[in-house]
């Protein structure tokens, strides 16, 4: 491990990290609130940075197992930063870690009780950590500064959700801002129709960062329930199936180079969710009449499969059988080079395609079977890696959630929590519900809620390698 290298590289990201809290000054300074908290955690930003970003390096040859290093230590870095200003407001260390973990994993589970209470500018701060975390921090900055992109690759790979990353340009560095282009356009697309329906500015540009980056941290405690507009719901929810379709695909479809329906995940995600959909309305029907039924439950189906977490209706109080639905939801997540988390629909597509071939294989063991996604033919290793994957997320799932139960949770809000947390979703079930907080839970859950956070948003690996030995020994 070439640790001089890391060091350096997580000095230049919380140099150019300090930059981002100027948007929250501005935002104090214009409704004349203090500006102490981000002034705070803007220099202390720069006095982490400095000195690691003067280590002289000997060589700038980066595997990506400093990839991997740099963005672990980086998204925990940036996270610890991204707490200071709410300590400024009487929360305690680990609650404000929790909040800034939230916010950049566009995971969406909050501690505060009583949002209204909050400052306009700390709102602002929370959403555009959802904002950067949606798209990726390492990512936007490989594609502003030429000195991370020159070692993009091992970076993005690291982030990135999904199966691997796909060049869309020759160079890193344009395939990144090539993404951000898309995601700034949704972006001011967004807050255009969001002002014109009648939500104010403020909030327009709130709920815009939190619904594109799947994270659903809102301004108010009601959620998206707090307008009673159905109109800007249908919008929220267009944009949060945007959120979840992989943004490859739509700077393809931008370049009027492919036909987007063509992509098998894509065609997956959009049956997933009309299916889901359909079957919680007509669950729902014991409550609601046919419309009201189809407007939350499609609402709610989105938000949730997409992890995106808003709320227009508290789920917790429906039927079992939906709850249950939503519950699995959570694990399929969004596609794969999107900014949803969970599993993702390409993981479940070939694990499901795998497992039939293994049915067939073992009645019929003289057939020769394949598996295709689109018209390639699936390389073995990546079913070794999807099975890999799918393993030690079920192990982390299990053993966070015996955690929790010890710890004297119910099991529906253990699981629940678990849930929404790895899978960076945000409410859950139970005593954290839609309508509740993460507030009331022991430390030592709300700690272990944060790392399932962290290794949610970066796909376990990169996360878990920063754990074993041998990972750090090798230098080259």
Same mark, same amino acid.
């Given at each position: 491990?070439?640790?001089?290298?890391?060091?350096?590289?997580?000095?230049?990201?919380?140099?150019?990290?300090?930059?981002?809290?100027?948007?929250?000054?501005?935002? !104090?300074?214009?409704?004349?609130?203090?500006?102490?908290?981000?002034?705070?955690?803007?220099?202390? &930003?720069? +006095?982490?940075?400095? %000195?690691?970003?003067?280590?002289?390096?000997?060589?700038?040859?980066?595997?990506?197992?400093?990839?991997?290093?740099?963005?672990?230590?980086?998204?925990?870095?940036?996270?610890?930063?991204?707490?200071?200003?709410?300590?400024?407001?009487?929360?305690?260390?680990?609650?404000?870690? *929790?909040?800034?973990?939230?916010?950049?994993?566009?995971? @969406?589970?909050?501690? $505060?009780?009583?949002?209204?209470? +909050?400052?306009?500018?700390?709102?602002?701060?929370?959403?555009?950590?959802?904002?950067?975390?949606?798209?990726?921090?390492?990512?936007?900055?490989?594609?502003? $500064?030429?000195?991370?992109?020159?070692?993009?690759?091992?970076?993005?790979?690291?982030?990135?959700? @999904?199966?691997?990353?796909?060049?869309?340009?020759?160079?890193?560095?344009?395939?990144?801002?090539?993404?951000?282009?898309?995601?700034? $356009?949704?972006?001011?697309?967004?807050?255009?129709?969001?002002?014109?329906?009648?939500?104010?500015?403020?909030?327009?540009?709130?709920?815009? *960062?939190?619904?594109?980056?799947?994270?659903?941290? &809102?301004?108010?405690?009601?959620?998206? !329930?707090? $307008?009673?507009?159905? =109109?800007?719901?249908?919008?929220?929810?267009? *944009?949060?199936?945007?959120?979840?379709?992989?943004?490859?695909?739509?700077?393809?479809?931008?370049? @009027?180079?492919?036909?987007?329906?063509?992509?098998?995940? *894509?065609?997956?995600?959009?049956?997933?969710?009309?299916?889901?959909?359909?079957?919680?309305?007509?669950?729902?029907?014991?409550?609601?009449?046919?419309?009201?039924?189809?407007?939350?439950?499609?609402?709610?189906? !989105?938000?949730?499969?997409?992890?995106?977490?808003?709320?227009?209706?508290?789920?917790?109080?429906?039927?079992?059988?939906?709850? +249950?639905?939503?519950?699995?939801?959570?694990?399929?997540? @969004?596609?794969?080079?999107?900014?949803?988390?969970?599993?993702?629909?390409?993981?479940?597509?070939?694990?499901?395609?795998?497992?039939?071939?293994?049915?067939?294989?073992?009645?019929? %063991?003289?057939?020769?079977?394949? =598996?295709?996604?689109?018209?390639?033919?699936?390389?073995?290793?990546?079913?070794?890696?999807?099975?890999?994957?799918?393993?030690?997320?079920?192990?982390?799932?299990?053993?966070?959630?015996?955690?929790?139960?010890?710890?004297?949770?119910?099991?529906?809000?253990?699981?629940?929590? =678990?849930?929404?947390?790895?899978?960076?979703?945000?409410?859950?079930?139970?005593?954290?519900? !839609?309508?509740?907080?993460?507030?009331?839970?022991?430390?030592?859950?709300?700690?272990?809620?944060?790392?399932?956070?962290?290794?949610?948003?970066?796909?376990?690996?990169?996360?878990?390698?920063?754990?074993?030995?041998?990972?750090?020994?090798?230098?080259?």
């Amino acid at each position: 491990m070439n640790r001089r290298l890391v060091f350096n590289f997580l000095g230049r990201i919380m140099v150019y990290f300090s930059g981002v809290f100027i948007v929250p000054i501005i935002t !104090a300074f214009a409704y004349r609130e203090s500006v102490t908290p981000f002034l705070a955690a803007f220099a202390i &930003s720069l +006095l982490i940075g400095i %000195p690691f970003y003067l280590i002289k390096l000997e060589s700038e040859f980066a595997r990506y197992k400093e990839g991997y290093a740099i963005v672990g230590l980086g998204w925990l870095l940036v996270s610890i930063v991204g707490a200071i200003p709410y300590l400024f407001y009487g929360v305690s260390f680990l609650d404000a870690f *929790f909040e800034a973990m939230s916010g950049f994993t566009t995971t @969406g589970a909050t501690i $505060f009780d009583n949002i209204e209470s +909050l400052p306009r500018s700390l709102l602002l701060w929370r959403s555009l950590t959802q904002w950067l975390g949606g798209m990726g921090i390492i990512v936007l900055f490989v594609a502003i $500064f030429p000195s991370l992109a020159k070692k993009g690759e091992s970076l993005l790979q690291a982030e990135v959700p @999904g199966i691997k990353l796909i060049k869309i340009k020759p160079r890193l560095r344009d395939t990144a801002l090539a993404l951000y282009k898309i995601y700034l $356009f949704f972006t001011i697309l967004e807050i255009t129709l969001l002002t014109a329906l009648g939500m104010s500015f403020y909030d327009a540009v709130n709920h815009t *960062f939190t619904t594109l980056s799947t994270g659903g941290f &809102s301004t108010h405690s009601e959620s998206i !329930a707090y $307008f009673k507009n159905p =109109v800007i719901e249908g919008v929220i929810f267009i *944009f949060m199936l945007i959120g979840g379709t992989n943004f490859t695909l739509l700077y393809f479809l931008f370049r @009027g180079r492919f036909n987007i329906l063509k992509d098998t995940e *894509f065609r997956a995600y959009l049956l997933m969710i009309f299916v889901a959909s359909l079957l919680i309305s007509v669950i729902n029907l014991k409550n609601f009449d046919i419309l009201t039924s189809v407007r939350y439950s499609f609402f709610q189906t !989105a938000s949730i499969m997409t992890t995106t977490g808003y709320t227009t209706y508290d789920f917790d109080l429906w039927d079992d059988s939906a709850r +249950l639905l939503l519950l699995i939801l959570m694990f399929i997540g @969004g596609s794969s080079g999107s900014t949803g988390g969970g599993i993702k629909v390409v993981r479940i597509y070939l694990l499901s395609a795998y497992s039939i071939l293994q049915i067939l294989k073992s009645a019929e %063991p003289r057939t020769a079977r394949v =598996v295709k996604y689109g018209d390639e033919i699936v390389d073995k290793n990546v079913f070794y890696n999807i099975t890999a994957f799918f393993s030690l997320y079920i192990l982390i799932f299990a053993l966070s959630s015996l955690i929790l139960s010890i710890l004297g949770n119910d099991i529906i809000t253990s699981i629940s929590a =678990v849930s929404a947390t790895l899978n960076n979703v945000g409410p859950a079930l139970g005593e954290v519900g !839609a309508s509740e907080t993460y507030s009331s839970l022991n430390p030592i859950a709300k700690l272990v809620l944060i790392i399932d956070m962290w290794m949610g948003r970066l796909e376990v690996f990169t996360v878990l390698a920063l754990f074993i030995p041998s990972f750090w020994r090798e230098r080259w």
